[in-house]
């Protein structure tokens, strides 16, 4: 046991020295220090997609630990809503035999941004758009797990596009 905390102590000060560092709240955007995240609406056809997209906002900001997150949007300095887009899915990747081997997933989340004080906040272009391959199968449950992985790949992505158009907006 001595050994494994030595270990684990010799492993945090040395990351000190490589220029790594804990993550954890830096502060405050230009005044943005709480984020209300509201869960997305659905205009795709894909059931509960929202929640999905909603979870993995909620994860990247509170990986990137930029902000303070919470529930109540009366707490929130911030309060971000989106609406999942109808999505694009088409054949990309064809077999000699002319079958589909590839498919391309194009996702688009509109994000809007309310102030504490009403004021409504641009980021970045406001649609955000991600895409992702993922491959056939004649097997249904696995065409089925295949894009549900490339949902969740597409939903990480646009939450960390997201929230870099948060920190360039309000870069103190």
Not at 109 to 117: G, M, N, R, Y
Request: charged letters at 25%; a negative charge; glycine letters at 6%.
């Amino acid at each position: 046991m001595k050994i494994l905390n030595a270990l684990i102590l010799f492993l945090v000060v040395a990351s000190f020295g490589c220029g790594y560092h804990v993550v954890g709240r830096s502060g405050s955007l230009d005044g943005i220090q709480r984020v209300t995240i509201q869960t997305f609406q659905n205009s795709s056809f894909e059931p509960g997609y929202e929640l999905e997209m909603t979870e993995a906002f909620l994860q990247e900001f509170h990986r990137r630990g930029t902000v303070e997150l919470v529930t109540d949007p009366s707490q929130a300095d911030l309060v971000l809503t989106g609406r999942v887009l109808p999505l694009h899915t088409d054949d990309d990747t064809y077999s000699s035999s002319s079958l589909a081997l590839e498919y391309s997933l194009d996702v688009k989340v509109e994000i809007s941004a309310v102030l504490k004080d009403g004021t409504k906040v641009t980021l970045g272009p406001g649609t955000f758009k991600e895409s992702e391959l993922y491959l056939a199968s004649a097997d249904i449950e696995a065409a089925r797990k295949n894009k549900k992985e490339a949902l969740r790949k597409v939903a990480s992505s646009l939450a960390g596009q997201v929230h870099d158009a948060l920190i360039q907006r309000f870069k103190s």
